[in-house]
């Protein structure tokens, strides 16, 4: 289970710290990597208003998330998701850039 605190380092952006069993180390610098590319391919069917693609991509990483421990990854992406069922761009527009930034500030400690 994700236990999230927030930190702030040097440069004053703040981190969010999320505690992740020790079993996954080999796999979340990839599982992060994975997710920020969904990000940009969400961004880029919103472009061209394609809701399904934006929809599949978020209800996979709602999925993904959960089963790594990333609650508030799913979250957002089920926000995102249902956003999408209806063809809600405003909200696609406001989501995303808030998955992107929590993905960017993430700070995984393994225990």
């Given amino acids: 289970m994700e236990q999230a605190q927030r930190t702030h380092d040097t440069d004053f952006e703040e981190k969010e710290v999320v ?8 796999l979340i610098p990839r599982f992060l990597t994975n997710r920020k590319k969904e990000v940009t391919a969400m961004q880029e069917a919103l472009a061209s208003r394609d809701f399904d693609t934006v929809r599949k991509i978020a209800h996979g990483a709602k999925g993904a998330g959960g089963s790594y421990g990333f609650d508030r ?3 957002m992406a089920a926000a ?4 999408a069922k209806t063809s809600d761009e405003a909200t696609i527009q406001r989501e995303l850039p808030i998955l992107s930034a929590y993905l960017n500030r993430v700070e995984v400690v393994y225990d």
């Fill in 80 to 83: 995102i998701e249902q956003a």
């Fill in 19 to 26: 505690h992740i069993d020790a079993s996954f180390e080999a």
């Fill in 73 to 75: 990854i799913t979250e």
